[in-house]
T-cell receptor, first 110, second 114 residues
Framework: KNEVEQSPQNLTAQEGEFITINCSYS?????LHWLQQHPGGGIVSLFM???GKKKHGRLIATINIQEKHSSLHITASHPRDSAVYIC????????????FGQGTRLTINP | GAGVSQTPSNKVTEKGKYVELRCDPI?????LYWYRQSLGQGPEFLIY????????DSGLPNDRFFAVRPEGSVSTLKIQRTERGDSAVYLC????????????FGPGTRLTVL
Protein backbone atom coordinates (compact mmCIF):
# COMPACT_ATOMS: atom_id res chain seq x y z
CA LYS A 1 0.00 0.00 0.00
CA ASN A 2 1.37 3.42 -0.97
CA GLU A 3 2.04 5.90 1.80
CA VAL A 4 0.04 8.50 -0.14
CA GLU A 5 -3.24 7.61 -1.82
CA GLN A 6 -5.31 9.91 -4.00
CA SER A 7 -8.87 9.62 -5.17
CA PRO A 8 -10.25 9.63 -7.71
CA GLN A 9 -7.53 8.60 -10.15
CA ASN A 10 -9.46 10.17 -13.01
CA LEU A 11 -12.14 12.83 -12.92
CA THR A 12 -14.11 14.32 -15.78
CA ALA A 13 -16.48 17.21 -15.18
CA GLN A 14 -18.28 20.00 -16.97
CA GLU A 15 -17.11 23.58 -16.92
CA GLY A 16 -18.39 25.37 -13.83
CA GLU A 17 -18.60 22.33 -11.58
CA PHE A 18 -17.11 22.24 -8.09
CA ILE A 19 -14.23 19.79 -7.99
CA THR A 20 -12.83 17.86 -5.03
CA ILE A 21 -9.70 15.72 -5.08
CA ASN A 22 -8.80 13.74 -1.98
CA CYS A 23 -5.48 12.68 -0.51
CA SER A 24 -4.92 10.27 2.39
CA TYR A 25 -1.55 9.43 3.87
CA SER A 26 -0.37 6.90 6.39
CA UNK A 27 2.70 8.52 7.97
CA UNK A 28 3.28 11.47 10.24
CA UNK A 29 4.18 14.49 8.17
CA UNK A 30 5.72 17.92 8.55
CA UNK A 31 3.97 19.33 5.48
CA LEU A 32 1.79 18.42 2.52
CA HIS A 33 2.03 19.81 -0.98
CA TRP A 34 -0.49 20.02 -3.78
CA LEU A 35 1.12 20.16 -7.21
CA GLN A 36 -0.26 20.68 -10.70
CA GLN A 37 1.24 18.97 -13.72
CA HIS A 38 0.21 19.98 -17.22
CA PRO A 39 0.73 17.81 -20.32
CA GLY A 40 4.39 18.03 -21.25
CA GLY A 41 5.55 17.50 -17.70
CA GLY A 42 5.92 20.89 -16.02
CA ILE A 43 5.07 20.74 -12.32
CA VAL A 44 3.88 23.77 -10.41
CA SER A 45 3.51 23.94 -6.66
CA LEU A 46 0.00 25.10 -5.76
CA PHE A 47 0.01 24.87 -1.98
CA MET A 48 2.14 23.79 0.91
CA UNK A 49 0.26 23.33 4.15
CA UNK A 50 0.71 21.77 7.55
CA UNK A 51 -2.61 22.70 9.13
CA GLY A 52 -5.96 24.28 8.39
CA LYS A 53 -6.84 25.72 5.05
CA LYS A 54 -5.33 27.83 2.28
CA LYS A 55 -7.02 29.61 -0.61
CA HIS A 56 -5.60 30.99 -3.82
CA GLY A 57 -8.06 32.27 -6.39
CA ARG A 58 -10.46 29.45 -7.21
CA LEU A 59 -8.33 26.84 -5.46
CA ILE A 60 -8.77 25.80 -1.84
CA ALA A 61 -6.70 23.24 0.04
CA THR A 62 -7.56 21.82 3.43
CA ILE A 63 -5.79 19.40 5.71
CA ASN A 64 -6.87 17.40 8.75
CA ILE A 65 -3.74 16.25 10.54
CA GLN A 66 -5.58 13.96 12.96
CA GLU A 67 -7.34 12.13 10.14
CA LYS A 68 -4.27 12.22 7.85
CA HIS A 69 -6.36 13.62 5.03
CA SER A 70 -6.25 16.58 2.68
CA SER A 71 -8.56 17.85 -0.02
CA LEU A 72 -8.05 20.14 -2.98
CA HIS A 73 -11.12 21.98 -4.19
CA ILE A 74 -11.61 23.92 -7.40
CA THR A 75 -14.56 26.27 -7.63
CA ALA A 76 -16.12 27.34 -10.95
CA SER A 77 -13.90 24.88 -12.85
CA HIS A 78 -12.63 25.81 -16.29
CA PRO A 79 -11.11 23.77 -19.13
CA ARG A 80 -7.73 25.33 -18.40
CA ASP A 81 -7.83 23.58 -15.00
CA SER A 82 -7.42 20.28 -16.86
CA ALA A 83 -4.19 18.74 -15.58
CA VAL A 84 -2.86 16.08 -13.25
CA TYR A 85 -3.03 17.10 -9.60
CA ILE A 86 -0.52 15.46 -7.31
CA CYS A 87 -0.49 15.28 -3.54
CA UNK A 88 2.92 14.91 -1.91
CA UNK A 89 3.99 14.77 1.74
CA UNK A 90 7.19 15.35 3.66
CA UNK A 91 7.32 12.60 6.31
CA UNK A 92 8.55 13.40 9.81
CA UNK A 93 10.88 10.44 9.98
CA UNK A 94 14.36 11.25 8.78
CA UNK A 95 14.29 12.35 5.20
CA UNK A 96 13.25 15.72 3.84
CA UNK A 97 12.12 14.29 0.53
CA UNK A 98 8.66 14.44 -1.00
CA UNK A 99 6.62 11.24 -1.13
CA PHE A 100 4.09 11.49 -3.94
CA GLY A 101 0.64 10.17 -4.60
CA GLN A 102 -0.09 8.71 -8.00
CA GLY A 103 -1.92 11.80 -9.18
CA THR A 104 -5.48 12.61 -10.22
CA ARG A 105 -6.10 13.32 -13.88
CA LEU A 106 -8.72 16.07 -14.13
CA THR A 107 -10.50 16.88 -17.39
CA ILE A 108 -12.90 19.80 -17.55
CA ASN A 109 -15.10 19.83 -20.63
CA PRO A 110 -16.50 23.09 -22.01
CA GLY B 1 14.19 35.60 -12.20
CA ALA B 2 14.87 32.37 -14.06
CA GLY B 3 13.31 29.18 -12.83
CA VAL B 4 14.85 25.73 -12.65
CA SER B 5 16.19 24.63 -16.00
CA GLN B 6 17.08 21.16 -17.19
CA THR B 7 19.02 20.00 -20.20
CA PRO B 8 18.52 18.27 -22.47
CA SER B 9 14.75 18.34 -22.68
CA ASN B 10 14.78 15.02 -24.50
CA LYS B 11 17.44 12.34 -24.67
CA VAL B 12 17.25 9.18 -26.74
CA THR B 13 19.99 6.66 -26.20
CA GLU B 14 20.74 3.03 -26.78
CA LYS B 15 20.80 0.34 -24.14
CA GLY B 16 24.19 0.18 -22.50
CA LYS B 17 25.17 3.79 -23.13
CA TYR B 18 26.11 6.44 -20.56
CA VAL B 19 24.00 9.59 -20.13
CA GLU B 20 24.26 12.80 -18.15
CA LEU B 21 21.31 14.97 -17.25
CA ARG B 22 21.86 18.50 -16.04
CA CYS B 23 19.90 20.67 -13.64
CA ASP B 24 20.37 24.40 -13.04
CA PRO B 25 18.51 25.37 -9.86
CA ILE B 26 17.18 28.78 -8.97
CA UNK B 27 20.05 30.98 -7.90
CA UNK B 28 20.52 30.94 -4.14
CA UNK B 29 18.56 27.76 -3.54
CA UNK B 30 20.60 25.50 -1.30
CA UNK B 31 18.48 22.36 -1.62
CA LEU B 32 18.26 20.42 -4.87
CA TYR B 33 16.19 17.30 -5.53
CA TRP B 34 16.09 14.71 -8.30
CA TYR B 35 12.93 12.71 -8.99
CA ARG B 36 11.97 10.18 -11.64
CA GLN B 37 8.50 9.88 -13.15
CA SER B 38 7.46 6.86 -15.18
CA LEU B 39 4.51 7.09 -17.53
CA GLY B 40 1.22 7.35 -15.67
CA GLN B 41 2.86 7.41 -12.26
CA GLY B 42 3.62 10.04 -9.67
CA PRO B 43 7.25 11.11 -9.31
CA GLU B 44 9.61 9.05 -7.16
CA PHE B 45 12.43 10.46 -5.11
CA LEU B 46 16.00 9.70 -6.20
CA ILE B 47 18.42 11.95 -4.30
CA TYR B 48 18.68 15.36 -2.72
CA UNK B 49 21.52 17.72 -1.97
CA UNK B 50 22.03 20.31 0.68
CA UNK B 51 24.79 22.46 -0.75
CA UNK B 52 27.43 20.24 -2.31
CA UNK B 53 26.71 17.12 -0.31
CA UNK B 54 24.18 14.41 -1.03
CA UNK B 55 22.02 14.49 2.08
CA UNK B 56 19.99 11.44 1.08
CA ASP B 57 20.60 9.17 -1.91
CA SER B 58 18.37 6.36 -0.75
CA GLY B 59 16.11 6.63 -3.80
CA LEU B 60 18.81 5.84 -6.35
CA PRO B 61 17.72 2.47 -7.75
CA ASN B 62 21.19 0.94 -8.06
CA ASP B 63 24.85 1.77 -8.46
CA ARG B 64 24.43 2.67 -12.13
CA PHE B 65 22.95 5.97 -10.94
CA PHE B 66 25.09 8.72 -9.50
CA ALA B 67 24.62 12.45 -9.00
CA VAL B 68 26.96 15.30 -8.19
CA ARG B 69 26.71 18.96 -7.28
CA PRO B 70 30.36 20.00 -7.00
CA GLU B 71 29.91 23.74 -6.45
CA GLY B 72 26.56 23.69 -4.69
CA SER B 73 24.65 24.97 -7.70
CA VAL B 74 24.38 22.95 -10.93
CA SER B 75 23.80 19.25 -10.51
CA THR B 76 24.37 16.38 -12.91
CA LEU B 77 22.60 13.03 -12.75
CA LYS B 78 24.68 10.32 -14.34
CA ILE B 79 23.40 6.94 -15.51
CA GLN B 80 25.79 4.23 -16.60
CA ARG B 81 24.97 1.20 -18.77
CA THR B 82 21.45 2.43 -19.39
CA GLU B 83 18.61 -0.07 -19.50
CA ARG B 84 15.18 0.17 -21.13
CA GLY B 85 13.64 0.36 -17.67
CA ASP B 86 15.47 3.64 -17.07
CA SER B 87 13.18 5.35 -19.58
CA ALA B 88 11.27 8.03 -17.71
CA VAL B 89 11.05 11.77 -17.16
CA TYR B 90 13.75 12.91 -14.77
CA LEU B 91 12.67 15.93 -12.76
CA CYS B 92 14.81 18.33 -10.82
CA UNK B 93 13.54 20.70 -8.15
CA UNK B 94 15.15 23.26 -5.89
CA UNK B 95 14.13 25.04 -2.73
CA UNK B 96 15.56 27.88 -0.70
CA UNK B 97 16.06 25.64 2.29
CA UNK B 98 15.92 21.96 3.04
CA UNK B 99 12.74 20.53 4.42
CA UNK B 100 9.21 21.88 4.48
CA UNK B 101 9.76 24.58 1.89
CA UNK B 102 8.19 25.11 -1.51
CA UNK B 103 10.00 23.16 -4.19
CA UNK B 104 10.28 24.66 -7.66
CA PHE B 105 10.37 22.11 -10.43
CA GLY B 106 12.19 22.15 -13.73
CA PRO B 107 10.52 21.02 -16.96
CA GLY B 108 12.17 17.62 -16.80
CA THR B 109 14.32 15.57 -19.14
CA ARG B 110 12.54 12.82 -21.00
CA LEU B 111 14.95 9.89 -21.30
CA THR B 112 14.21 7.12 -23.76
CA VAL B 113 16.43 4.06 -23.81
CA LEU B 114 16.00 1.98 -26.95
Amino acid sequence: KNEVEQSPQNLTAQEGEFITINCSYSVGISALHWLQQHPGGGIVSLFMLSSGKKKHGRLIATINIQEKHSSLHITASHPRDSAVYICAVIPYQGAQKLVFGQGTRLTINP
Amino acid sequence: GAGVSQTPSNKVTEKGKYVELRCDPISGHTALYWYRQSLGQGPEFLIYFQGTGAADDSGLPNDRFFAVRPEGSVSTLKIQRTERGDSAVYLCASSLMLGADTQYFGPGTRLTVL
